[in-house]
């Protein structure tokens, strides 16, 4: 008999399929944006279902490859200057490049960063959640880049009113300080136990959500991979970050075209 989590991972590889073939038909960019992310909101679960279900290190990384290659191919589509409706195109909701983070794909992760939005949609997300995606991928880009200190700042004075709960990763990514770092990654992990905790109670949470995304936290992985290309050795292994999820990727890549057909 199937775990649920195997009934799960099948029903995402179903779901995942149709979302495929309906992409073929999609003709506006703004109902691409909405339905590749669904794509990469797939892949990445089915990701984590392979690291649950057989610590499938090689199916885990190609997964969230796909997840970044799909967003990717979305971005290199986009005219700016000719999007309406902006909200799946917010830099605060680019969580493929967290993804490329995550799977050990520095380039892929800059390339989503340097097409992403670099301004902020003031009426689709907050800004503190915009400023801390940007100086993220500010970060992969060019780590000595002026847009650092200048993003972090507006940072600092919007955490005047509401105080963002990643201000202090950025400001210990900034320094390179690992103490600062090792703080700022268990108040984040607290603060996602929270949250979790809440979204168990409520009914309407969905069964695939509540049994992968709270085991592996793709965010924090993204967060400890990038604080050791930047010299920031982590002083333990952080909850929600299985160690084998932190093994160096040396499996096969997948090509920029492989998400479109699911393996």
């Known amino acids: 008999m199937e775990s649920s989590l195997e009934n799960h991972r099948d029903n995402l590889r179903f779901s995942l399929e149709q979302l495929l073939e309906t992409l073929e038909e999609v003709q506006h960019i703004e109902l691409e944006a909405v339905t590749l ?4 909101l797939h892949y990445r679960r089915l990701a984590i279902c392979a690291l649950l279900l057989e610590a499938d290190t090689a199916g885990f990384f190609m997964q969230l490859s796909c997840s970044a290659q799909a967003y ?3 971005l290199r589509k986009v005219e700016w200057s000719s999007v309406e409706s902006p ?3 917010c830099a605060s909701r680019a969580f493929p490049f967290l993804d490329a983070l995550a799977a050990g794909e520095p380039d892929t992760a800059a390339d989503i960063a340097r097409l992403s939005a670099a301004t902020w949609m003031r009426d689709d997300e907050y800004e503190d959640d915009f400023l801390y995606m940007r100086f993220l991928m500010e970060l992969t880009v060019d780590r000595h880049s002026a847009r650092l200190t200048d993003g972090l700042r507006r940072l600092q004075e919007v955490a005047a009113d509401r105080e963002p709960k990643r201000l202090g990763i950025c400001e210990a990514l900034l320094e390179a300080d690992r103490t600062a770092f090792d703080s700022a990654m268990e108040r984040l992990e607290l603060k996602r136990r929270e949250e979790l905790a809440i979204q ?3 009914p309407g949470a969905a069964p695939q959500f509540l049994e992968t995304e709270p085991f ?9 991979r990038l604080a050791v290309s930047l010299g920031i050795g982590l002083l333990h292994q952080y909850p929600g970050i299985p160690a084998l999820a932190l093994t160096k990727p040396n499996g096969p890549r997948p090509d920029a075209r492989q998400w479109r057909t699911l393996g």
Do not use: D, T
């Not at 992310?37 to 990469?40: G, I, L, W, Y």
């Not at 592996?216 to 400890?224: H, K, N, Q, S």
């Open 37 to 40: 992310h669904e794509v990469s």
């Open 72 to 74: 990717l191919s979305l």
């Open 87 to 89: 909200y799946y195109l």
């Open 200 to 202: 168990r109670k409520n």
């Open 216 to 224: 592996v936290f793709i965010e924090g992985l993204a967060l400890a």
